[in-house]
């Protein structure tokens, strides 16, 4: 697409989100339209391919703070005509300022840091640097009827591709233990066919004329001079003469590929897992992006992870009222097989006993350990001889009261009211 295209598409409309929006309403946004237009959801559908797409470009762009600055800032000095457009403002003779009330002997290739100033000069560069972010232009102009001298080995600086995001669901058991998964993704990437240059196997891209390969050209009006991304080349510094059938020529095709995702024992339930360069590919030989797969781990029925240490597990076991008084040994499962506890005479409902090295076993030897706690189970029916060996209980312990010490201090607190 042309500089003007770039500036005037609306990165904010495709995602239908405000331009104040946060970074969790841009991610959110982007996510609904990729899940309703995905590859795999409506297959041979020309439309949701391109809303999958162009969806997938301005999030690259929004996603990234850096991108978007730029992008925000390029939009504003050139769609809010502050400077005409491109190619835009008058001339005026005579030295008289165009609108905006700059001098005559303003040079808007200045902007682009191939005006008045040299490449080594204290601020060059200019909006030449804030635009090759985004689209590859580079620093530095040729004229309209050729390149300028000394600059025909100047080439776009590449663009890193964009990160993606996907989410995966595991057991338990497999977050403890640690677990290997098969990840298909269909996404953009790198066209296979013509490595991703976006010309037929067999051809190459030629260097732009136009603008001998720097992507961005220079042209005078009347006292003016100004600079702005090559419109033969869309800023690229080439051009494709023979498109790759497979992607078009944009060196991008969406494709479905597998990937081998390792999960670490012990992970946390909503935690990111980066595989670096598997997200989007990089524009101009640029580097791929990364992939973020988010973690998410099904409740297990008996087993949790313990809030003050992530290695340590959880489990509650239900136990008698003899066994906590006189005392026991009980069996309780662990994540990998089971072992004997024993409960101490006097044992209160709720402690929680330690068992040590069965919680999560981390590659760096760390090891979590098993908290067991034991609680009290009371029998919903109780048999004729059940109830008569419960009352003569409560006979011989008629002398415990085990709520005294609770009595005591409320009748403490209640003399130091009335004393007040």
Not at 207 to 235: I, N, W
Not at 373 to 382: A, F, G, I, K, N
Request: aromatic share 4%; charged share 25%; with cysteine.
């Amino acid at each position: 697409m042309s500089a003007r295209d770039w500036v005037e598409k609306d990165y904010y409309r495709e995602l239908g989100v405000a331009k104040d929006a946060s970074d969790a309403d841009i991610k959110k946004a982007y996510r609904k339209i990729a899940r309703e237009n995905h590859p795999d959801t409506k297959q041979n559908d020309p439309k949701a391919e391109a809303k999958f797409k162009a969806a997938g470009e301005a999030y690259g762009v929004l996603s990234d703070p850096e991108k978007r600055r730029q992008y925000d800032e390029a939009r504003t000095l050139f769609s809010g005509g502050r400077f005409g457009g491109f190619g835009g403002g008058r001339g005026g003779g005579g030295g008289t300022a165009p609108p905006g009330g700059f001098s005559g002997g303003f040079d808007v290739g200045d902007l682009f840091g191939g005006g008045g100033r040299s490449a080594g000069a204290p601020g060059a560069g200019g909006l030449g640097d804030l635009l090759g972010g985004l689209f590859g232009g580079g620093a530095g102009a040729g004229t309209a009827a050729g390149p300028t001298p000394g600059m025909a080995g100047t080439r776009p600086r590449e663009q890193r591709g964009a990160d993606v995001e996907t989410d995966v669901r595991i057991d338990f058991a497999e977050a403890v233990g640690g677990t290997t998964l098969p990840l298909r993704l269909a996404s953009p990437a790198r066209c296979g066919t013509c490595g991703g240059n976006g010309a037929k196997p067999g051809t190459s891209p030629r260097t732009c004329l136009t603008c001998g390969g720097a992507g961005v050209v220079s042209r005078s009006q009347g006292a003016f001079a100004f600079s702005e991304p090559c419109r033969d080349c869309a800023g690229s510094g080439s051009i494709v003469d023979d498109p790759c059938p497979e992607c078009g020529g944009d060196g991008v095709s969406t494709r479905s590929r597998t990937l081998t995702v390792r999960i670490p024992p012990g992970v946390d339930d909503g935690q990111r897992i980066r595989l670096a360069g598997q997200g989007q590919p990089g524009s101009r030989g640029g580097p791929a992006g990364d992939l973020f797969v988010v973690v998410h781990v099904n409740a297990d029925g008996a087993f949790g992870r313990s809030e003050r240490n992530a290695d340590d597990l959880t489990l509650t076991v239900p136990v008698t009222f003899p066994e906590l008084v006189v005392g026991t040994t009980i069996t309780v499962p662990t994540m990998d097989g089971k072992v004997s506890l024993k409960v101490p005479a006097g044992t209160q409902s709720g402690r929680t006993l330690r068992v040590r090295g069965r919680g999560v076993h981390r590659k760096d030897g760390r090891t979590g350990d098993l908290l067991v706690t034991v609680e009290l189970s009371v029998p919903q029916r109780l048999s004729a001889e059940a109830r008569d060996a419960l009352d003569a209980y409560a006979k011989a312990t008629a002398d415990h009261d085990p709520r005294a010490d609770l009595t005591r201090r409320a009748e403490a607190a209640a003399r130091r009211e009335t004393a007040s």
